[in-house]
Antibody, heavy 120, light 110 residues
Framework: QVHLVQSGAEVKKPGASVKVSCKAS????????MHWVRQAPGQSLEWMGW????????RYSETLQGRVTITRDTSANTIYMELSSLTSEDTAVYYC?????????????WGQGTLVTVSS | QSALTQPASVSGSPGQSITISCTGS?????????VSWYQQYPGKVPKLLIY???QRHSGVSNRFSGTKSGNTASLTISGLQAEDEADYYC??????????FGGGTKLTVL
């Protein structure tokens, strides 16, 4: 059974950085890519970027390029998303989502979400 | 990458069918067979319904179906039930190996 377990809620001040983790289990970690998706309060889903868990290659949203970094630790089956230079507009629930196997380019399993609040 | 265009809201009565559209461009929706659809209840995690334009995910009711014509994909829910009241999002693979979501559609079951 696939499980994606994310780290807990965070409160950050404007200008700070946040790092959210996503621990995967129930499948071979390096065989699937992982994405990060966020959702601001009352807003739609926004794709942030993804990482190939096998080789570490990444691709980021153009709007977040330069502020977001996605990494992985294969020994811990964990993916990390770090977002820097936070503003109030980064207040959102952040989700990790697994790329469906066999190149289906869909998100078949999601983490429970991590609320990041940016406030002075 | 601009968000895909979805109607903000749709509604229908129990037993009816509704369709939610998702319009993009030849760089995303129209260029690949990789549109997926997600259902999200308030405060809950999104759930995959449809992948590769029209493939129903495991365990998803056959009342949900996906189609595509040109740059517009559609999700149809037949035999509408009260439990279908939720937000629905489309998502597409893009020419830059990225993903783009639609703005979301709130479905109200009257």
């Amino acid at each position: 059974q696939v499980h994606l377990v994310q780290s807990g809620a965070e409160v950050k001040k404007p200008g700070a950085s946040v790092k959210v983790s996503c621990k995967a289990s129930g499948y071979t970690f390096i065989y699937s890519a992982m994405h990060w998706v966020r959702q601001a309060p009352g807003q739609s889903l926004e794709w942030m970027g993804w990482i190939n868990a096998g080789n570490g290659n990444t691709r980021y949203s153009e709007t977040l390029q330069g502020r977001v970094t996605i990494t992985r630790d294969t020994s811990a089956n964990t993916i990390y998303m770090e977002l820097s230079s936070l503003t109030s507009e980064d207040t959102a629930v952040y989700y990790c989502a697994r790329d469906m196997p066999n190149n289906r380019k869909s998100f078949d399993y999601w983490g429970q979400g991590t609320l990041v609040t940016v406030s002075s | 990458q601009s968000a895909l265009t979805q109607p903000a809201s749709v509604s229908g009565s129990p037993g009816q069918s509704i369709t939610i559209s998702c319009t993009g461009s030849s760089s995303d929706v129209g260029g690949y067979n990789y549109v997926s659809w997600y259902q999200q209840y308030p405060g809950k995690v999104p759930k995959l319904l449809i992948y590769e334009d029209n493939q129903r995910h495991s365990g998803v009711s056959n009342r949900f179906s996906g189609t595509k014509s040109g740059n517009t994909a559609s999700l149809t829910i037949s035999g509408l039930q009260a439990e279908d009241e939720a937000d629905y999002y489309c998502c597409s693979y893009t020419s830059t190996s990225s993903r783009v979501f639609g703005g979301g559609t709130k479905l109200t079951v009257l």
